[in-house]
């Protein structure tokens, strides 16, 4: 995977709408409904994600911003580059499934329309990972690692740094790794490929929220094969999907990274995983086969 923008939002004045697409490394995984991939996927299902209402109150509009997710989410919102809006930039937190007025805003003049920035991270930016021992996510007789923590071929930035690409045959069970929530799912992508305009934000995904308020990714899963929906409690070893190579992807594989908000930014922090085996190891000085996964 390679790093995208975060998710913009251009608004005129009364519009409500959500913001543009996203790489799902930079916590979103939207995806921009265009004919092409409308054609390739038939019933794809982009992640939710923060929407921007206005709404007019006397001389003033009134922000208030929706959150669809199973779990916090971080805003930033900001006029337009070039431009100033009186109360702007700003920055709130918006809590699970919940809706919140952010600021006031003063009416442009002479009718002109407000022309606005919303960026938008999951998760709170005060949390710390705890030292937890996560379960392997899967099944196998055998481990087979394409990329460990910081690979050199795409983990090699901050959200990835310490994301592990294992080696899965498409329709392997994937098992939540530890208990808690699911926040997001991105399902209904068929295909991958190595057009990052196409195929970054295609990556069919589980997003689960653990009690410290780190996030456990697991991307490239098969389309229709999701166990899980937003907002349900999964334990640690419960089935949460099958493994695919949807998105951009250059063979069958498991992406798992665990990622804190660090301010309207994600962060992969390194974990512990148990397999029967006993605790994995990896090379932390990158590698791995640089053909095999992303």
Partial sequence: MRRLPLPCLLLPLLASAPANAADWRQGWGLVPQTPAARTADATPHAAPMARLRLQSLGDQ????????LSGPVQI???AAPGTQ???LPLQSLVQATGSLVVGH???PANGKALDLRLQSVPGNPAARAEDVAYRLPFQAAQLRVDQAPQGRFSHDDE????AIDFALPEATQVLAAREGTVMQVQ????GNGLDRERDAGRANFVRILHSDGSMAMYAHLQAGGMRVRPGQAVQAGQPIGLSGNSGYSTAPHLHFVVQLNRGMGLRSVPVRILAPQGELHFAREGGGDASAGR
Avoid: K, M, T
């Fill in 61 to 68: 509009w009134q922000a208030r911003i929706d959150n669809p």
């Fill in 76 to 78: 930033e919102l900001r």
């Fill in 85 to 87: 809006v009186e109360g």
């Fill in 105 to 107: 805003l003063p009416s």
């Fill in 159 to 162: 959200e990835n740094r310490d």
């Fill in 187 to 190: 399902d209904g992508f068929r």
